[in-house]
């Protein structure tokens, strides 16, 4: 029975997206339904067979080993923070040192992918690929493959020359895929609160699912002429490479400014979260911002193919994944609670949780537009704050449930 309402939840989420669509003559069915298989046999495959599976599992042990090789790091410069066991044994440490202090090391390593031009080929070809097979517009294919890897701001900030010279609505389009993206510099991170299996399975179902809710929301016909790529980077970085430890210290300084963000953004919405609990507790004591978000997201929990009893505990976690971010929520059932539950719980929980859809990171969308591209292109993009938030959530209500289906 759990089952069906999986499948029956995947058509709802699919429904509303084309009932908040934009203009729904223009959406492209046949794209549409092609992206749809791709994602129930990438699903299948990473859950169901073992190459699939042992495919994700060396992916999230690749992660798992870059976070251990830079606790050598964090053991040498901190020594009195961290006790780590290397070999597989318990580690004694924080949320700051186990997920985020890795980070110094590994976004320098994809750093250096992208400077010897290893990440942009990736990126390039894996784009052109989606986008035949798809048949979606080819700056679009190959956004949403670069955010894969790079992040959301970080891939809007170097697609600066493309935001000018693409028509409002092709923005608005990108503000919505960015709020489902990832970084694939702090998948690591991740893998160390969450499942790491379920975590990579995600990713690549995040990008089609991207492409196939704004296709819903926000359908936009592009011209053979339109359909081009203007460049990668900024006019002021065009025909000019900076020294290699010149680009090393950068990306050094870059991550830890990204540590100190992330830490910052936790420490204010969970002190915030806290603030407006103690706030509803004075009108009603029982009530809190996580139930109150957790009851509107509980039928979009429930249609993912649960009791009642999980489907209320999921959706708490959802609602608190909006309103503040998905650290918190990681570090919140990281370990024995998330191993404790069921594994479709376990599944779709981590799944929802791997993107960047909450409210804060549209205020980092609209932020990085209105450094890229005029008033008018950026009025439109916050004029649609609510198409973004929808879209993230929709996202990762698919993603989620392609998973779900699978896992039992």
Same mark, same amino acid.
């Given at each position: 029975?759990?089952?069906?309402?999986?499948?029956? #939840?995947?058509?709802?989420?699919?429904?509303?997206?084309?009932?908040? /669509?934009?203009?729904?003559?223009?959406?492209?069915?046949?794209?549409?339904?092609?992206?749809?298989?791709?994602?129930?046999?990438?699903?299948? %495959?990473?859950?169901?067979?073992?190459?699939?599976?042992?495919?994700?599992?060396?992916?999230?042990?690749?992660?798992?080993?870059?976070?251990?090789? /830079?606790?050598? #790091?964090?053991?040498?410069?901190? $020594?009195? =923070?961290?006790?780590?066991? %290397?070999?597989?044994?318990?580690?004694?440490?924080?949320?700051?040192?186990?997920?985020?202090? $890795?980070?110094?090391?590994?976004? $320098?390593?994809?750093?250096?992918?992208?400077?010897?031009?290893?990440?942009? =080929?990736?990126?390039? =070809?894996?784009?052109?690929?989606?986008?035949?097979?798809?048949?979606?517009?080819?700056?679009?294919?190959? %956004?949403?493959?670069?955010?894969? +890897?790079?992040? *959301?701001?970080?891939?809007?900030?170097?697609?600066?020359?493309?935001?000018?010279?693409?028509?409002?609505?092709?923005?608005?389009?990108?503000?919505?895929?960015?709020?489902?993206?990832?970084?694939?510099?702090?998948?690591?991170?991740?893998?160390?609160?969450?499942?790491?299996?379920?975590?990579?399975?995600?990713?690549?179902?995040?990008?089609?699912?991207?492409?196939?809710?704004?296709?819903?929301?926000?359908?936009?016909?592009?011209?053979?002429?339109?359909?081009?790529?203007?460049?990668?980077?900024?006019?002021?970085?065009?025909?000019?490479?900076?020294?290699?430890?010149?680009?090393?210290?950068?990306?050094?300084?870059?991550?830890?400014?990204?540590?100190?963000?992330?830490?910052?953004?936790?420490?204010?919405?969970?002190?915030?979260?806290?603030?407006?609990?103690?706030?509803?507790?004075?009108?009603?004591?029982?009530?809190?911002?996580?139930?109150?978000? #957790?009851?509107?997201? %509980?039928?979009?929990? =429930?249609?993912?193919? +649960?009791?009642?009893?999980?489907?209320?505990?999921?959706?708490?976690?959802?609602?608190?994944?909006?309103?503040?971010?998905?650290?918190?929520?990681?570090?919140?059932?990281?370990? *024995?609670?998330? *191993? #404790?539950?069921? $594994?479709?719980?376990?599944?779709?929980?981590?799944?929802?949780?791997?993107?960047?859809?909450?409210?804060?990171?549209?205020?980092?969308?609209?932020?990085?537009?209105?450094?890229?591209?005029?008033?008018?292109?950026?009025?439109?993009?916050?004029?649609?704050?609510?198409?973004?938030?929808?879209?993230?959530?929709?996202?990762?209500?698919?993603?989620?449930?392609?998973?779900?289906?699978?896992?039992?």
């Amino acid at each position: 029975m759990y089952v069906l309402i999986n499948l029956v #939840g995947l058509i709802i989420f699919l429904v509303i997206g084309f009932l908040f /669509s934009k203009k729904k003559s223009d959406i492209r069915w046949r794209s549409i339904a092609i992206m749809l298989l791709i994602n129930l046999a990438l699903a299948w %495959f990473f859950t169901s067979f073992a190459a699939g599976r042992d495919a994700v599992k060396a992916a999230a042990d690749g992660f798992n080993w870059l976070v251990e090789v /830079s606790y050598q #790091g964090i053991v040498f410069a901190l $020594p009195n =923070w961290v006790t780590p066991a %290397f070999g597989g044994s318990a580690k004694s440490m924080n949320f700051v040192t186990s997920a985020l202090l $890795p980070v110094l090391m590994i976004v $320098p390593v994809f750093d250096i992918l992208t400077y010897f031009g290893v990440l942009p =080929w990736i990126i390039k =070809w894996v784009g052109r690929g989606l986008s035949y097979v798809t048949g979606q517009p080819r700056f679009e294919s190959f %956004f949403a493959i670069e955010m894969m +890897f790079l992040g *959301n701001t970080e891939v809007l900030a170097i697609s600066g020359r493309q935001l000018r010279q693409m028509r409002a609505t092709r923005n608005v389009t990108l503000a919505m895929m960015s709020m489902s993206c990832v970084t694939a510099s702090i998948l690591g991170a991740y893998t160390q609160m969450v499942p790491g299996q379920f975590v990579l399975t995600a990713v690549p179902i995040n990008v089609i699912n991207a492409i196939i809710v704004t296709n819903l929301l926000n359908p936009v016909k592009v011209a053979p002429e339109e359909d081009i790529i203007a460049t990668v980077g900024s006019e002021e970085d065009e025909g000019k490479k900076e020294p290699f430890f010149s680009y090393l210290g950068d990306s050094i300084l870059g991550a830890g400014r990204l540590i100190l963000i992330i830490t910052a953004n936790v420490i204010a919405f969970v002190a915030l979260a806290a603030l407006a609990d103690k706030i509803l507790a004075l009108i009603w004591a029982p009530l809190s911002l996580e139930h109150i978000v #957790g009851i509107i997201m %509980f039928p979009f929990a =429930w249609l993912l193919g +649960f009791p009642v009893h999980d489907a209320w505990i999921l959706s708490q976690d959802m609602g608190l994944k909006l309103v503040t971010n998905e650290f918190v929520v990681m570090g919140k059932v990281a370990g *024995n609670v998330i *191993n #404790g539950y069921t $594994p479709h719980l376990r599944a779709v929980l981590t799944v929802f949780l791997t993107s960047f859809a909450n409210f804060g990171t549209t205020g980092m969308i609209i932020g990085a537009f209105k450094g890229l591209v005029d008033k008018e292109k950026n009025d439109l993009v916050a004029k649609n704050v609510g198409y973004m938030l929808l879209s993230g959530i929709l996202v990762s209500l698919l993603s989620a449930g392609f998973v779900g289906l699978f896992v039992w």
